[in-house]
């Protein structure tokens, strides 16, 4: 679904994100993305949906490369969820939703925040999806952290996408609510067959939940490996 | 164990706290402000041996105030607050488009950025008070040329503030719509103006508040209103008058003031 081939990102200050990465993502696959902070994994995600432009390589989405021309297309099938959520706070939660379809709703109908019925139920049922149809008209700043990325969740499912790129999406929440969000996207990986990458710096994390682990540090794959084969000597190496 | 070491050990740290460069800092102000004094010809100690007895001798003349002519004065300061409100409701329609044409991250070009801070910078330059006695010359006595100096200077100031207030928002929200494929106008009707909005209204009533005040001055120059009152009376030394109009801009000040301070502290 996925190939990145010979990558490469330096950032204007200097800074090597990427210093070379070569990759396949397969269809329906949950993989997750390894490494400390400042591996790179977060530039390298941003650069698959165009938030990150890149110094040199190719990204291809369906055998299809990643350009200024195909991006539109790619960021129509591609939702995202972001660590700090990125919801908008002074409007519902429902809305947070919709704005997942602009891409699909009318330019101008849109600025007003009217959409199709067609596209209210697609929130309303991504709500539900994500366990929080109760508050689909709350305002989004009245929930909680955890109910906070279940939106984000929900905002990025709503368009049904094939791939679903999750930024370090446990990392502002507690333990508890951090597993419920893990299981929620697993369940979203087998129930919806979408293509999932996550971004974790938590071993256990990656270990419970992914197909595949790619370890990640200053820039390099450290590792590219199915889950099962994967032993603590591996994982220690991108932290060490 | 570490032993308590002694008060006399941290003597070697000790600084005075005003330098040297503190007390030149002080007298180069100081010398300043003088050199400033003179140039403008000002003689303080007029203050404190005149000043009191012109100040006494317009109180005696301003006291009792006349309230003989209370409704009409009631009238004209209702005047002076429509204009008010006209003038700013004309501000908030020409600042929006300004406010996000001048916004550094979601400018269209730097080209556009520039013009729309120009305009806002000149309009925000010409005091109010120029801008009446102009627009007065230029469409005649009355309410208009009020309203319209007051909307055009506020948008000056109200375009500032939405541009600064747009360039201090949360770029996360914009960031997820953009990795959606949302174009620019979704983003700013969806990330850009529900963050804004609360600083929005705000500001709108902050500067309604202002230009409350600003209106009875813009009588004097003959834009209607309480102030056109107020000049009235000065002309014909009907100081008792002035009296009472300075009263009815107060008390309606003071009204307006907490209310509007009410208003935004809820918003907040």
């Given at each position: 679904?996925i190939?990145?081939?010979?990558?490469?990102?330096?950032?204007?200050?200097?800074?090597?994100?990427?210093?070379?990465?070569?990759?396949?993502?397969?269809?329906?696959?949950?993989?997750?993305?390894?490494?400390?902070?400042?591996?790179?994994?977060?530039?390298?995600?941003?650069?698959i949906n165009g938030?990150?432009?890149?110094?040199?390589?190719?990204i291809f989405f369906q055998?299809k490369i990643i350009d200024?021309k195909s991006l539109p297309d790619i960021q129509k099938k591609t939702?995202?969820?972001?660590?700090?959520?990125?919801?908008?706070?002074?409007?519902?939660?429902?809305?947070?939703?919709?704005?997942?379809?602009?891409?699909?709703?009318?330019?101008?109908?849109?600025?007003?925040?009217?959409?199709?019925?067609?596209?209210?139920?697609?929130?309303?049922?991504?709500?539900?999806?994500?366990?929080?149809?109760?508050?689909?008209?709350?305002?989004?700043?009245?929930?909680?952290?955890?109910?906070?990325?279940?939106?984000?969740?929900?905002?990025?499912?709503?368009?049904?996408p094939l791939l679903?790129?999750?930024?370090?999406?446990?990392?502002?929440?507690?333990?508890?609510?951090?597993?419920?969000?893990?299981?929620?996207?697993?369940?979203?990986?087998?129930?919806?067959?979408?293509?999932?990458?996550?971004?974790?710096?938590?071993?256990?994390?990656?270990?419970?939940?992914?197909?595949?682990?790619?370890?990640?540090?200053?820039?390099?794959?450290?590792?590219?490996?199915?889950?099962?084969?994967?032993?603590?000597?591996?994982?220690?190496?991108?932290?060490? | 164990?570490?032993?308590?070491?002694?008060?006399?050990?941290?003597?070697?740290?000790?600084?005075?706290?005003?330098?040297?460069?503190?007390?030149?800092?002080?007298?180069?102000?100081?010398?300043?402000?003088?050199?400033?004094?003179?140039?403008?010809?000002?003689?303080?100690?007029?203050?404190?041996?005149?000043?009191?007895?012109?100040?006494?001798?317009?109180?005696?003349?301003?006291?009792?105030?006349?309230?003989?002519?209370?409704?009409?004065?009631?009238?004209?300061?209702?005047?002076?607050?429509?204009?008010?409100?006209?003038?700013?409701?004309?501000?908030?329609?020409?600042?929006?488009?300004?406010?996000?044409?001048?916004?550094?991250?979601?400018?269209?070009?730097?080209?556009?950025?520039?013009?729309?801070?120009?305009?806002?910078?000149?309009?925000?330059?010409?005091?109010?008070?120029?801008?009446?006695?102009?627009?007065?010359?230029?469409?005649?006595?009355?309410?208009?040329?009020?309203?319209?100096?007051?909307?055009?200077?506020?948008?000056?100031?109200?375009?500032?503030?939405?541009?600064?207030?747009?360039?201090?928002?949360?770029?996360?929200?914009?960031?997820?719509?953009?990795s959606?494929g949302?174009?620019?106008?979704?983003?700013?009707?969806?990330?850009?103006?529900?963050?804004?909005?609360?600083?929005?209204?705000?500001?709108?009533?902050?500067?309604?508040?202002?230009?409350?005040?600003?209106?009875?001055?813009?009588?004097?120059?003959?834009?209607?209103?309480?102030?056109?009152?107020?000049?009235?009376?000065?002309?014909?030394?009907?100081?008792?008058?002035?009296?009472?109009?300075?009263?009815?801009?107060?008390?309606?000040?003071?009204?307006?003031?907490?209310?509007?301070?009410?208003?935004?502290?809820?918003?907040?």
């Amino acid at each position: 679904m996925i190939e990145i081939k010979k990558l490469k990102k330096i950032f204007p200050n200097g800074v090597k994100a990427i210093s070379e990465i070569n990759l396949k993502i397969h269809q329906g696959e949950f993989v997750t993305i390894l490494g400390p902070s400042g591996s790179g994994k977060t530039t390298l995600l941003r650069s698959i949906n165009g938030l990150e432009s890149i110094d040199s390589g190719q990204i291809f989405f369906q055998n299809k490369i990643i350009d200024n021309k195909s991006l539109p297309d790619i960021q129509k099938k591609t939702g995202m969820i972001f660590q700090e959520f990125n919801l908008v706070n002074n409007i519902s939660v429902i809305n947070n939703v919709l704005s997942g379809l602009l891409h699909s709703s009318s330019k101008f109908l849109s600025m007003f925040y009217i959409f199709e019925k067609n596209q209210k139920l697609e929130a309303l049922k991504a709500l539900d999806t994500v366990g929080l149809l109760s508050k689909a008209y709350s305002m989004s700043n009245e929930l909680s952290g955890g109910q906070r990325q279940r939106v984000g969740i929900a905002r990025a499912i709503v368009k049904k996408p094939l791939l679903l790129l999750a930024d370090e999406p446990v990392a502002s929440l507690d333990p508890v609510a951090s597993l419920a969000i893990m299981d929620l996207l697993l369940e979203i990986n087998k129930l919806f067959k979408i293509t999932i990458v996550c971004n974790l710096h938590q071993m256990d994390l990656a270990l419970k939940y992914s197909d595949r682990i790619i370890g990640i540090n200053r820039g390099y794959i450290v590792f590219n490996k199915i889950n099962k084969k994967l032993n603590q000597n591996s994982l220690k190496k991108i932290f060490n | 164990m570490k032993k308590e070491k002694s008060l006399i050990a941290f003597e070697k740290y000790l600084r005075n706290q005003w330098s040297f460069k503190h007390l030149m800092i002080l007298v180069i102000f100081l010398l300043f402000l003088s050199l400033i004094s003179t140039d403008l010809k000002i003689n303080y100690s007029n203050l404190f041996l005149d000043g009191p007895k012109y100040f006494f001798d317009i109180l005696d003349r301003m006291t009792p105030p006349d309230f003989s002519n209370f409704s009409g004065l009631v009238f004209s300061m209702i005047e002076t607050i429509e204009m008010a409100i006209l003038g700013t409701v004309l501000a908030i329609f020409l600042s929006i488009p300004f406010g996000l044409l001048s916004a550094r991250n979601i400018t269209p070009n730097y080209f556009i950025f520039f013009i729309a801070r120009f305009f806002v910078v000149f309009f925000r330059a010409i005091p109010e008070f120029i801008m009446a006695m102009i627009l007065v010359i230029a469409i005649g006595f009355g309410a208009m040329p009020g309203v319209l100096a007051l909307g055009i200077h506020t948008m000056g100031f109200l375009a500032k503030f939405y541009a600064e207030d747009i360039e201090h928002i949360n770029k996360g929200p914009i960031e997820a719509l953009k990795s959606s494929g949302a174009s620019k106008r979704q983003i700013i009707s969806f990330a850009v103006i529900p963050q804004i909005i609360p600083s929005f209204v705000a500001n709108n009533f902050y500067i309604l508040d202002r230009n409350i005040r600003m209106a009875t001055m813009l009588g004097i120059v003959g834009a209607g209103g309480i102030g056109y009152e107020l000049q009235s009376s000065f002309r014909m030394f009907e100081y008792q008058k002035v009296s009472a109009i300075i009263i009815i801009i107060f008390i309606t000040i003071l009204i307006i003031d907490n209310l509007s301070s009410y208003i935004r502290s809820k918003i907040k």
